[in-house]
């Protein structure tokens, strides 16, 4: 049975999505793909990015028949949502940064947006923030390193909190409400709660894509429900596989891109 949704990261972090889908939509089947041959994507230009997605999206959905592609990548989204919204049939939901919610719920009025230090670097922030956002101060953190540990914890691997503590020391005493800016971090969330205040408020897109996805998707009677995990580069990764199981991929499968 092939999923009804397709999601894509280039690691693991559209798992914080894949949560947020089941949790709303719990009868639904899931494929998500991770190009953990190309992984990271910051090491890509735009045009090998686009490129890339295309090609590897184009075959994909040809292969798996979803009704609808999820881009749960912030720069994939904000590179390449034209150029596969016009390769692809299907509807491509990406993600934004919850900046609007954010700057609505805050109440000091002082926001922190933490991500890739390619997502920070792009004027659609600057974009966001004044539009959604023109009474807020926004104190933007670009980190890599937090990809690198989101993907240690989700292997349940220890990641060093000092380290964290440091990364997220311009956000200490000033913000009171954090936007996650990349998909793999709402998978830190209990790290960072750890060495943030206990009054900052911790926002990311998922809910908001899964809302996306309810609203779009047409729901079929589905009595065989599976969720499948595709990767791009063929290695061995136990703790890799075992998280994934017990999210509940029970079926792991290789494809040559």
Same mark, same amino acid.
């Not at 280039?10 to 089941?22: A, L």
């Not at 390193?145 to 020391?169: G, P, W, Y």
């Not at 998280?243 to 991929?249: H, I, K, M, R």
């Given at each position: ?136 101060? =926004? +104190? *933007?953190?670009?980190? /890599?390193?937090?990809?690198?540990? #989101?993907?240690?914890?989700? !292997?349940?691997?220890?990641?060093? %909190? ?54 779009? =998707? +047409? *729901?079929?009677?589905? /009595?065989?429900?599976?969720?499948? #995990?595709?990767?791009?580069? !063929?290695?061995?990764?136990?703790? %890799? ?17």
């Amino acid at each position: 049975m092939a999923g009804q949704i397709l999601i894509f990261d280039s690691g693991i972090g559209g798992i914080s999505v894949v949560r947020e889908i089941k949790q709303l939509l719990p009868q639904v089947s899931i494929d998500y793909l991770f190009d953990n041959l190309y992984y990271p994507y910051g090491r890509l230009s735009e045009e090998q990015l686009i490129k890339r997605l295309v090609e590897l999206m184009s075959d994909v959905v040809n292969k798996t028949k979803p009704q609808l592609l999820v881009i749960a990548c912030n720069s994939a989204s904000t590179i390449a949502l034209p150029a596969l919204r016009k390769a692809l049939s299907i509807p491509v939901v990406g993600v934004v940064p919850a900046i609007k919610p954010a700057a609505q719920q805050s109440k000091n009025k002082v926001i922190g947006l933490l991500a890739t230090q390619g997502t920070i670097s792009r004027d659609y922030i600057s974009r966001l923030s004044n539009e959604h956002a023109p009474d807020c101060h =926004l +104190i *933007k953190v670009g980190t /890599n390193e937090l990809v690198a540990m #989101a993907e240690s914890v989700f !292997r349940n691997h220890a990641i060093n %909190l000092d380290q964290l503590t440091v990364i997220c020391k311009p956000l200490q005493n000033t913000v009171d409400t954090l936007v996650l800016g990349c998909t793999h971090f709402p998978l830190l969330k209990n790290q960072l709660q750890q060495v943030l205040p206990q009054n900052v408020t911790l926002i990311d897109s998922g809910a908001a894509i899964a809302q996306r996805v309810c609203s779009i =998707l +047409i *729901k079929k009677p589905d /009595n065989n429900i599976c969720f499948r #995990a595709f990767y791009t580069e !063929r290695y061995q990764d136990d703790s %890799l596989n075992q998280s994934l199981a017990q999210e509940g991929f029970s079926e792991l499968v290789y494809i040559t891109r």
